[in-house]
């Protein structure tokens, strides 16, 4: 990983014996309203002692980040996986130690992780857009910030693809 780039996010649980670094600008920074991230958000703020990531209006913030650039910084023993469905390669990863919601990786090959927002301290980027918003709760309006996708926007997916190429030429 490139270390001369700037810190912009760190991530850190509750109890402070988990910390997670991410370096650079993140591709993007959204909140999602699709059924998994509320499920998964419902499932993790249920553990004991949790403490509450998802927003009021039912979306779930995330800085997402080139999955090179993102590194717990201390303990990493702690860190466990959490699957809303057994076959998923969805990771909800959690500090067993305060069950603090830390990020979202992938078993597959996607090339990023998914910090959450809320955890987030430093320079944290503002959002960009809001996705998945056809699953949104029913009687909540969002805001008009930022542009609403009812999936997922090419812009998103472009940025993704982008984030992607750049780390081939990178190697």
Same mark, same amino acid.
């Given at each position: 990983?490139?270390?001369?780039?700037?810190?912009?996010?760190?991530?850190?649980?509750t109890c402070g014996q988990v910390t997670v670094n991410a370096v650079?600008?993140?591709?993007?920074?959204?909140?999602?309203?699709?059924?998994?991230?509320?499920?998964?958000?419902?499932?993790?703020?249920?553990?004991?002692?949790?403490?509450?990531?998802?927003?009021?209006?039912?979306? &779930?913030?995330?800085?997402? $980040?080139?999955?090179?650039?993102?590194?717990? =910084?201390?303990?990493?023993? /702690?860190? #466990?996986?959490?699957?809303?469905?057994?076959?998923?390669?969805?990771?909800?990863?959690?500090?067993?130690?305060?069950?603090?919601?830390?990020?979202?990786?992938?078993?597959?090959?996607?090339?990023?992780?998914?910090?959450?927002?809320?955890?987030?301290?430093?320079?944290?980027?503002?959002?960009?857009?809001?996705?998945?918003?056809?699953?949104?709760?029913?009687?909540?309006?969002?805001? &008009?910030?930022?542009?609403? $996708?009812?999936?997922?926007?090419?812009?998103? =997916?472009?940025?993704?693809? /982008?984030? #992607?190429?750049?780390?081939?030429?990178?190697?």
């Amino acid at each position: 990983m490139n270390t001369s780039l700037r810190t912009t996010a760190t991530v850190t649980c509750t109890c402070g014996q988990v910390t997670v670094n991410a370096v650079g600008a993140p591709i993007a920074c959204v909140v999602c309203y699709c059924d998994d991230c509320q499920e998964g958000a419902r499932q993790l703020q249920s553990l004991p002692n949790a403490v509450a990531f998802q927003d009021p209006d039912g979306g &779930t913030g995330y800085l997402v $980040y080139r999955k090179d650039r993102v590194n717990c =910084l201390q303990g990493g023993a /702690l860190l #466990r996986n959490h699957k809303i469905r057994v076959d998923s390669a969805t990771n909800r990863v959690v500090a067993s130690c305060c069950n603090s919601a830390m990020f979202v990786n992938f078993d597959d090959a996607r090339h990023w992780v998914d910090l959450y927002r809320s955890r987030c301290h430093g320079d944290v980027a503002p959002v960009q857009m809001r996705v998945g918003t056809k699953f949104k709760p029913q009687g909540i309006t969002l805001p &008009t910030d930022v542009p609403h $996708y009812p999936r997922f926007a090419p812009s998103f =997916l472009l940025k993704l693809l /982008l984030a #992607r190429v750049a780390m081939l030429f990178e190697r």
